[in-house]
């Protein structure tokens, strides 16, 4: 009898946790997909859902960053809603939530990051690598030059030893 009224316990426990997580104004949560979602301050950002719908519009508010309110409308891609803001230049680093309602009423949040630097474009590596090598095409055509030469030396060199050797004529 006692194992059951501690199991009963710990189910409405879990029950009352799992009502406690539920959003408390009713309405799903869907997505809002932001692009790109890093940005440096004074770019542009175009945000898009599918949870308002086909036919549906949206008001979107981007104010957590300094961007203030914007239109999604509806769009041909996808039945999804479309809108576009610009980051103020006076935005600082950080992740910000960007909010749209929809017509009908349901709520779709998505986040943005402002960085100082931008990180969408990927670098090349450009320059050599100082590892004390050296390489056939340096900076210097003298060095390369003297560097062959001293190699063709060595070359002749060996050439020579072994072939004397191999003669009997000793080193």
Not at 41 to 66: E, R, Y
Not at 91 to 100: C, D, K, R
Request: glycine share 16%; hydrophobic share 40%; with cysteine.
């Amino acid at each position: 009898m006692r194992t059951t009224r501690l199991l009963t316990g710990t189910a409405l426990a879990v029950a009352a946790a799992g009502l406690a997580a539920a959003p408390a104004y009713g309405g799903d949560t869907g997505t809002l997909e932001v692009h790109p979602s890093t940005v440096v301050p004074g770019a542009g950002v175009t945000v898009n859902t599918a949870a308002c719908g086909a036919d549906g519009s949206a008001a979107g508010d981007a104010s957590a960053v300094g961007a203030g309110t914007f239109t999604l409308v509806p769009s041909t891609h996808d039945k999804e809603a479309v809108g576009k803001f610009r980051v103020p230049p006076s935005a600082q680093p950080g992740t910000y939530e960007i909010v749209a309602k929809c017509s009908g009423g349901r709520r779709v949040t998505g986040d943005l990051v402002v960085t100082l630097t931008a990180t969408t474009e990927q670098t090349q590596p450009r320059g050599s690598v100082k590892t004390g090598v050296g390489g056939a095409l340096g900076p210097d055509p003298v060095q390369t030059t003297a560097g062959v030469a001293a190699l063709a030396v060595a070359a002749a060199g060996g050439t020579w030893l072994l072939h004397r050797r191999a003669r009997g004529d000793g080193i």
